[in-house]
């Protein structure tokens, strides 16, 4: 049993993670367990001698009481009162990630945070992984909750974590090889500030051991501060002419090797960044750069990334539903080579959108018509007529629905591109980004 898992042991949040902690927990045979969430719990069976005490609804906190350490999930967040109180009266706080940290046999565990990237990132390392012979298994943000790679885990295997700001807070531990991806800003609607939400990345490579290897986008200025953090001396970047993976144009370069984008499976060309770090990273595993490249020409694209659906009746599809932050969509829209419609908005984070309205009218010419659908509809408009969407000659227009929004964008006629890359959140319209995805997927297979 976990030593530092003092009974009786509380899990705050029960949602996927923390039905994930409580399998964990029975594992482990904790025999004292106090589960805490807003909403109603449904408990399985605890097997026999172990005891689960329930807190939901408004006055959940109240298990704190019963606890002397607490796993907080991810979605919890541990600056509030009532965890500072009990941390203050002798508690002990700890996480998923912690606990995996400290628990694994991996021979090798790889992180990757970022704002953008990291679930291509994750996915292109396991894919190469896996072409190279190495058992390999992804978890964290992406993939299965981490605690549950412990249960079939052997020495044997590389573990690749993807982890976003909320696992990172409280993180004490950091991986062997650590990936910081594009950093920008995110989740302010959770985190304090934009200072709080980078501090939380630097967890990533903070705790690093100096035989730790910290791969980062040496061209993004709070990728490198954030990297300059890890104590690795390994530290491997990503550039644009000044690296240890250099991108020129649709080309990456690593030593004598190229990997062209032409040559692969998945669009857009900000893909290179993604790829140069995941090469980086198994490198550090005793990957060769050949074998990597190799590997990442039959790399497809994750579902609702940029996804390509086809072209019918000479209009090419792009789904990117997952593009849930504006940078996300600067980026999908960069790789646009025809003239294209874009649908754009939904649910409200209070992102900036001015940055990407001046990007779209300034440099995006081939952009001819933008559906905006959802709660920040009429804020996109307002931000995109101020950056002169109208001198533009660019057709904007407000929509109830995404199917009447994909009507409309079918205007771009023969030669053109329509993409959905909404820069904001499904909520509100849909139930999440999957589903979204979903409903743009079936309205290009409608159109037989």
Not at 202 to 215: D, E, F, I, P, Y
């Amino acid at each position: 049993m976990n030593n530092n898992l003092v009974a009786p042991v509380g899990i705050l949040g029960f949602g996927v993670e923390g039905q994930s902690t409580l399998r964990y927990l029975f594992r482990e045979g904790v025999r004292e367990i106090v589960v805490m969430d807003k909403n109603p719990v449904n408990l399985p069976e605890a097997p026999i001698g172990i005891n689960v005490k329930v807190f939901s609804g408004e006055n959940y906190l109240e298990g704190l009481r019963e606890c002397v350490t607490v796993v907080r999930s991810a979605g919890v967040y541990p600056m509030s009162q009532d965890l500072f109180k009990f941390q203050m009266n002798g508690g002990m706080m700890t996480s998923q990630i912690q606990l995996f940290l400290e628990q694994t046999k991996s021979k090798k565990v790889i992180g990757v945070t970022g704002t953008l990237g990291k679930g291509s990132t994750v996915s292109m390392i396991s894919h190469i992984l896996t072409a190279c012979g190495v058992k390999n298994e992804i978890g964290g943000n992406f993939g299965v909750p981490a605690l549950d790679l412990l249960e079939d885990e052997t020495s044997d295997r590389v573990s690749i974590l993807e982890l976003s700001s909320f696992q990172l807070m409280t993180l004490s531990l950091s991986p062997d090889v650590s990936v910081v991806l594009r950093v920008s800003t995110e989740h302010l609607d959770w985190h304090t500030s934009v200072e709080e939400y980078r501090d939380a990345k630097a967890n990533l490579v903070r705790w690093q051991k100096s035989a730790g290897t910290c791969v980062y986008l040496k061209d993004a200025a709070p990728t490198a501060k954030i990297a300059s953090e890890s104590p690795a001396r390994n530290k491997l970047a990503v550039s644009f002419g000044d690296g240890d993976a250099n991108i020129e144009g649709s080309v990456l370069t690593i030593g004598n090797e190229k990997l062209f984008l032409s040559d692969c499976k998945v669009r857009g060309i900000y893909q290179l960044e993604n790829m140069a770090a995941a090469t980086l990273a198994v490198s550090a595993l005793g990957i060769k750069t050949a074998d990597a490249f190799e590997a990442l020409k039959t790399y497809e694209t994750l579902p609702f990334r940029m996804e390509f659906k086809g072209e019918k009746n000479g209009i090419e599809f792009f789904n990117d539903s997952y593009a849930t932050r504006p940078d996300a969509t600067i980026a999908a829209t960069g790789s646009m080579k025809r003239p294209f419609a874009l649908i754009l908005g939904g649910s409200e984070k209070n992102a900036d959108f001015s940055e990407l309205s001046q990007i779209l009218v300034k440099e995006r010419p081939n952009l001819k018509r933008v559906a905006l659908i959802g709660a920040t509809a009429e804020r996109m408009l307002d931000d995109l007529k101020k950056a002169g969407v109208d001198a533009a000659g660019i057709k904007t227009a407000i929509f109830p629905t995404l199917e009447e929004a994909f009507a409309d964008s079918l205007n771009i006629g023969e030669g053109g591109t329509v993409i959905m890359s909404p820069a904001c959140a499904s909520f509100g319209l849909f139930k999440n980004y999957k589903v979204r995805g979903q409903v743009f997927d079936k309205l290009v297979a409608d159109l037989g």
